[in-house]
């Protein structure tokens, strides 16, 4: 089956830097790759998302891009504000919707 | 729409007692997951359905947990006898199966077995 390895596992960057976080995933099947962030005593939200057909998507601060060949792919948050401190989750998944997750990054942003 | 709901948020149980927790999905979707989060293992996919039928539940730690989804608005999980390590954050999703979109996620039910 899939597997979704993340790095780093606790990230801390200063107010209005940048931070990124690595995903690699196993199958090369894997077509869907969703970002997720998560607050404390919340359940996961999606932020970003990127298919295979695509190599970069931005939204405002967020950007993901994805490395087919390499099978990687990666989170970028620039001018980071305390807000966005949180759990962040990538995920990869196939037509069939089997959804597997990495093991999560705790960003701090401190002010 | 109300987003996924999950019944009860938190539940407090003895060891080896039956728990089950509950799972509304968003109406109009068809797919929808059961997913279990402890600080040691993460997120962790324990059984996914589509159109009401358990499509992979090779996730399920054992056979003392079992899901079931009688029609498409409910699902539930349930855990028995219970055990201390069964002890997490357990956490429903729901999405359209066609497309591989979005998962919404509810807000959680936290277990502890004592």
Same mark, same amino acid.
């Given at each position: 089956? &899939? %597997?979704?390895?993340? $790095?780093?596992?606790?990230? =801390? ?25 998560? &607050? ?11 298919? =295979?057909?695509?190599? &970069? ?5 967020? !950007?993901?891009?994805? %490395?087919?060949?390499?099978? $990687?792919?990666?989170? $970028?948050?620039? &001018? ?5 401190? !949180?759990?962040?989750?990538? !995920? ?20 | ?6 019944? #009860? ?23 929808? /997951? ?14 996914? /359905? ?10 399920? #730690? ?10 498409? *608005? ?7 006898? *219970?055990?201390?390590?069964? *002890? ?15 998962? /919404? /996620? ?9």
């Amino acid at each position: 089956g &899939e %597997n979704v390895e993340q $790095h780093p596992s606790t990230l =801390s960057v200063q107010e209005g830097d940048s931070a990124v976080i690595k995903c690699t995933y196993s199958d090369s099947a894997s077509n869907y790759f969703p970002w997720y962030k998560q &607050e404390l005593g919340k359940g996961p939200q999606l932020i970003i998302d990127i298919r =295979s057909n695509v190599g &970069e998507k931005k939204d405002q601060r967020i !950007a993901v891009t994805l %490395n087919k060949t390499a099978k $990687h792919f990666s989170l $970028h948050i620039t &001018e980071t504000q305390p807000e966005d401190s !949180a759990v962040y989750f990538c !995920a990869a998944s196939k037509n069939n919707n089997d959804m597997r997750f990495g093991a999560g990054t705790r960003l701090t942003v401190k002010p | 729409d109300a987003g996924v709901i999950q019944s #009860p948020r938190h539940e407090v149980t003895e060891m080896g007692q039956e728990v089950t927790l509950r799972c509304k999905p968003i109406s109009g979707h068809n797919s929808l /997951f059961w997913y279990r989060q402890t600080m040691m293992r993460g997120l962790e996919l324990l059984i996914y /359905f589509n159109n009401n039928v358990p499509i992979d539940d090779s996730g399920m #730690p054992e056979d003392r947990f079992s899901a079931k989804m009688p029609n498409a *608005s409910f699902s539930t999980l349930k855990i028995q006898p *219970s055990e201390p390590r069964d *002890s997490a954050v357990y956490f429903c999703a729901s999405s359209f199966q066609v497309g591989n979109t979005e998962a /919404f /996620f509810g807000q959680g039910t936290r277990l502890t077995v004592v």
